[in-house]
């Protein structure tokens, strides 16, 4: 009997296990708060000094915070499944328009990669992407989703998530945040290691301001209310 059908076989039950645990691991991260994510370790092999990440459940987590999140980053997270298509639609017809690049990612999508995934553009990890965007969607309610996100989001050098971010940079628990501060730190999650929140330049000031008028939109429109009522 060749090998080559035997060693496929072990191959397959290999990659099928693996992606059997995946899965298991993704749907206990419903219930059970991620040791870690995939960027802390890259920031620390990069020589991050060490990690401030400090993991509060979503009700410790300013109402303003969740507001400036949704208006900034996915004020359709409510009404969707892990995937916009209408943005998806938008950044294509902008892009082959020739516009600056303009991505369709939901706050699902940027949960699943940075609960699984490491920082990159290539399809493949667009792929597994996509795959976990779909699991969690499919296994956590919304609420979670914003919780876990709120508690891996980058927020500087090193530190991770709504707590750690508003005691380094604000000196306060992230239950304390203003409206302002609020969208200061939404302002800055494009790029959290350049810009920073306490130190905001024109253009960080200019972004927080219209972050923050569109927070008034969201609690207006009930945008964010998958996320605020426990219900």
Known sequence: MSMIPRLLRRIAAVLAGLVLLLVALAVS?????????????????QGAPGIDRRWVPLE?????????????????????????????????????????????STLSMQTAKNAFLWPDRTWLRKGAELGFTLLIEATWPKRRIAEVYLNLAEW??????????????????????????????????????????ERPTAYIRNRAAT?????????????????????
């Open 29 to 45: 991260y419903r219930w059970v708060p991620p040791p870690g994510s995939p960027l802390m370790a890259i920031r620390l092999a």
């Open 156 to 197: 500087g050098d090193g530190i991770f998530g709504a707590e750690a971010a508003a005691r380094r940079h604000f000196g306060k628990p992230a239950a304390g945040l203003s409206a302002s501060e609020a969208a200061l730190l939404a302002a800055v999650l494009p790029n959290p290691r350049r810009w920073s929140p």
């Open 211 to 231: 972050i923050e008028r569109r927070m008034a939109i969201v609690r207006r429109d009930g945008l964010a209310a998958c996320i605020l009522d426990p219900a």
């Open 60 to 104: 410790a987590i300013s109402p303003h915070l969740v507001a400036a999140i949704v208006a900034s980053e996915d004020s359709r997270f409510c009404a969707h499944h892990g995937i916009d298509w209408d943005a998806v639609e938008a950044a294509r017809a902008h892009n082959e328009a020739g516009g600056r690049l303009r991505g369709a």
